[in-house]
Nanobody
Framework: QGQFVESGGGLVQPGGSLRLSCATS????????VGWYRQAPGKQRELVAS???????TYVDSVKGRFTISRDNAQNMVYLQMNSLTPEDTAVYYC??????????????WGQGTSVTVSS
Protein backbone atom coordinates (compact mmCIF):
# COMPACT_ATOMS: atom_id res chain seq x y z
CA GLN A 1 0.00 0.00 0.00
CA GLY A 2 1.29 3.41 -0.97
CA GLN A 3 2.19 6.09 1.53
CA PHE A 4 0.48 8.89 -0.38
CA VAL A 5 -2.93 9.14 -1.99
CA GLU A 6 -3.39 12.35 -3.93
CA SER A 7 -6.80 13.56 -5.11
CA GLY A 8 -8.66 16.62 -6.29
CA GLY A 9 -7.24 17.03 -9.76
CA GLY A 10 -9.24 17.46 -12.92
CA LEU A 11 -9.92 19.64 -15.91
CA VAL A 12 -10.31 23.35 -15.20
CA GLN A 13 -10.49 26.46 -17.33
CA PRO A 14 -7.77 29.10 -17.19
CA GLY A 15 -8.37 31.34 -14.21
CA GLY A 16 -10.11 28.59 -12.29
CA SER A 17 -9.26 26.98 -8.98
CA LEU A 18 -8.68 23.51 -7.60
CA ARG A 19 -7.91 22.16 -4.17
CA LEU A 20 -5.66 19.12 -4.05
CA SER A 21 -5.59 16.76 -1.11
CA CYS A 22 -2.98 14.26 -0.04
CA ALA A 23 -3.74 11.55 2.47
CA THR A 24 -0.66 9.92 3.90
CA SER A 25 -0.18 6.84 6.03
CA UNK A 26 2.76 8.57 7.68
CA UNK A 27 2.25 10.44 10.94
CA UNK A 28 3.21 13.85 9.60
CA UNK A 29 3.44 15.35 13.06
CA UNK A 30 6.86 13.69 13.07
CA UNK A 31 7.78 15.17 9.68
CA UNK A 32 9.26 18.66 9.52
CA UNK A 33 8.74 19.49 5.86
CA VAL A 34 5.94 18.28 3.60
CA GLY A 35 5.58 19.35 0.01
CA TRP A 36 3.76 19.27 -3.28
CA TYR A 37 5.61 18.45 -6.47
CA ARG A 38 4.47 18.47 -10.06
CA GLN A 39 5.63 16.95 -13.31
CA ALA A 40 4.49 18.57 -16.53
CA PRO A 41 4.61 16.63 -19.79
CA GLY A 42 8.19 16.34 -21.01
CA LYS A 43 9.60 18.08 -17.95
CA GLN A 44 11.32 17.03 -14.76
CA ARG A 45 9.41 16.80 -11.51
CA GLU A 46 9.74 19.96 -9.44
CA LEU A 47 8.94 20.94 -5.89
CA VAL A 48 6.36 23.73 -6.12
CA ALA A 49 5.39 24.24 -2.49
CA SER A 50 6.51 23.10 0.93
CA UNK A 51 5.53 23.80 4.51
CA UNK A 52 7.31 23.13 7.76
CA UNK A 53 5.78 21.77 10.93
CA UNK A 54 5.92 25.32 12.27
CA UNK A 55 3.91 26.62 9.33
CA UNK A 56 6.60 28.30 7.24
CA UNK A 57 5.71 27.87 3.59
CA THR A 58 7.90 28.21 0.52
CA TYR A 59 6.85 28.38 -3.11
CA VAL A 60 8.49 28.26 -6.50
CA ASP A 61 8.30 31.66 -8.17
CA SER A 62 5.84 30.55 -10.82
CA VAL A 63 3.11 29.80 -8.26
CA LYS A 64 3.74 32.47 -5.64
CA GLY A 65 0.60 34.40 -4.82
CA ARG A 66 -1.61 31.79 -6.48
CA PHE A 67 -1.00 28.55 -4.59
CA THR A 68 -1.33 27.93 -0.86
CA ILE A 69 -0.04 24.82 0.88
CA SER A 70 -1.41 23.69 4.22
CA ARG A 71 -1.18 20.66 6.46
CA ASP A 72 -3.39 18.98 9.03
CA ASN A 73 -1.07 17.09 11.33
CA ALA A 74 -3.91 15.48 13.26
CA GLN A 75 -5.47 14.02 10.11
CA ASN A 76 -2.18 13.34 8.28
CA MET A 77 -3.37 15.43 5.36
CA VAL A 78 -1.62 17.91 3.09
CA TYR A 79 -3.50 20.34 0.87
CA LEU A 80 -2.72 22.59 -2.06
CA GLN A 81 -5.13 25.37 -2.91
CA MET A 82 -4.50 26.50 -6.48
CA ASN A 83 -6.04 29.71 -7.79
CA SER A 84 -5.73 31.66 -11.04
CA LEU A 85 -4.64 28.53 -12.85
CA THR A 86 -2.93 28.81 -16.22
CA PRO A 87 -2.18 26.18 -18.89
CA GLU A 88 1.41 26.16 -17.58
CA ASP A 89 0.10 24.58 -14.37
CA THR A 90 -0.96 21.48 -16.29
CA ALA A 91 0.88 18.57 -14.68
CA VAL A 92 0.56 15.55 -12.46
CA TYR A 93 0.81 16.67 -8.84
CA TYR A 94 2.37 14.59 -6.08
CA CYS A 95 2.98 15.02 -2.38
CA UNK A 96 6.09 13.83 -0.55
CA UNK A 97 8.56 14.87 2.10
CA UNK A 98 11.51 16.88 0.79
CA UNK A 99 14.73 16.90 2.76
CA UNK A 100 14.15 20.63 3.28
CA UNK A 101 12.49 23.51 1.48
CA UNK A 102 15.87 24.13 -0.22
CA UNK A 103 16.65 20.48 -0.97
CA UNK A 104 13.77 18.95 -2.94
CA UNK A 105 15.03 15.36 -2.82
CA UNK A 106 12.03 13.32 -1.66
CA UNK A 107 12.39 11.00 1.31
CA UNK A 108 9.67 8.51 0.36
CA UNK A 109 8.48 6.66 -2.72
CA TRP A 110 5.93 8.36 -4.92
CA GLY A 111 2.19 7.92 -4.96
CA GLN A 112 0.17 7.87 -8.16
CA GLY A 113 -0.38 11.60 -8.16
CA THR A 114 -3.40 13.54 -9.34
CA SER A 115 -3.64 15.02 -12.80
CA VAL A 116 -4.43 18.69 -13.36
CA THR A 117 -5.28 19.96 -16.81
CA VAL A 118 -5.85 23.66 -17.38
CA SER A 119 -7.47 24.25 -20.73
CA SER A 120 -10.34 26.11 -22.32
Amino acid sequence: QGQFVESGGGLVQPGGSLRLSCATSVRISSIDVVGWYRQAPGKQRELVASITFGGMSTYVDSVKGRFTISRDNAQNMVYLQMNSLTPEDTAVYYCNFPISHRIPTPLRSWGQGTSVTVSS
